[in-house]
């Protein structure tokens, strides 16, 4: 994984068929996704339920490009074994999943990952101030984390705040929630380079027609390739 802030499009599975990861996760690769964002929810700290480990790993034999494992559970840090055996490339979690983020960053990182920092909407930026050596990626949620298709709440102030706190560190930001071609420009022009999307990638396409997600990630890849022309 060469660093570089060129606009890079993470379809979300939690929109695919659920019946079919393996054949949906070639299909959004074939149709140009640059990531492959696997979203892990506890019913806990999210009021949501998806997949642990197992399915993950599962998934990983399919997945050529970049495995990005974003963590909506708590506890944390009894898992990331886990979850680097399962072959997570990165693995994400949310400041707010417990008292001791800066232990739980180092573990992800000893643990042979790169390591992801989530921050929910109403987490400030400043928040992340002492993290910002601990973690190659910051995931800002532009929705409250459980569920695709929420519509998209502005966080385009934290996120270029976020990119000046980072300075010339090798560290993503990505945007997670209600990506499509309307709000992809406005976070790509404050400085995030990882766009997660689930709905506006997988609508109108399936595994027997995956073109509408090709026609789907070039929409949101050009949109915020147009603000930062
Ligand atoms: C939200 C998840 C997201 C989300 C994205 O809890 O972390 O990855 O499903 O879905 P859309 O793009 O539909 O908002
Ligand atoms: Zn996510």
């Known amino acids: 994984m060469t660093f570089t802030r060129e606009i890079k499009i993470a379809p979300s599975i939690l929109s695919a068929d659920f019946a079919d990861f393996g054949r949906e996760i070639t299909a959004i690769e074939s149709q140009g996704a640059d990531w492959v964002h696997v979203d892990v929810m506890d ?32 506890p944390v840090d009894p898992y990331i074994n886990a979850y ?21 960053l180092q573990a992800i990182r000893a643990a042979g990952m790169k390591a992801g920092l989530a921050l929910n909407p109403g987490t400030p930026a400043e928040a992340a ?11 800002v ?20 705040q976020l990119r000046g706190m980072i300075g010339d560190r090798p560290v993503h930001i990505q ?17 995030a380079d990882v766009l997660v999307a689930g709905s506006a990638v ?28």
Request: proline content about 8%.
């Open 43 to 74: 019913g806990h700290f999210v009021p949501n339920l998806t997949f642990g480990p197992p399915a993950v790993k599962a998934f990983r034999p399919h997945v050529k490009t970049v495995m990005d494992v974003h963590l909506m559970i708590a």
């Open 84 to 104: 680097a055996d399962a072959g997570a490339d990165i693995l994400t979690a949310h400041l707010e999943a417990g008292p001791h983020i800066h232990r739980t």
């Open 129 to 139: 101030a002492h993290l910002m050596d601990m973690v190659d990626l910051i995931c």
């Open 141 to 160: 949620m532009t929705v409250n984390p459980g569920f695709g298709g929420q519509s998209f709440i502005d966080m385009t102030g934290k996120v270029r």
């Open 175 to 191: 945007i997670d929630g209600g990506v499509t071609p309307t709000t992809a420009p406005l976070v790509a022009a404050a400085g």
């Open 202 to 229: 997988f609508k109108g396409g399936s595994v027997s027609d995956p073109a509408p997600y090709g026609a789907n990630i070039a929409a949101i890849r050009a949109a915020a390739n147009a603000a930062l022309a």
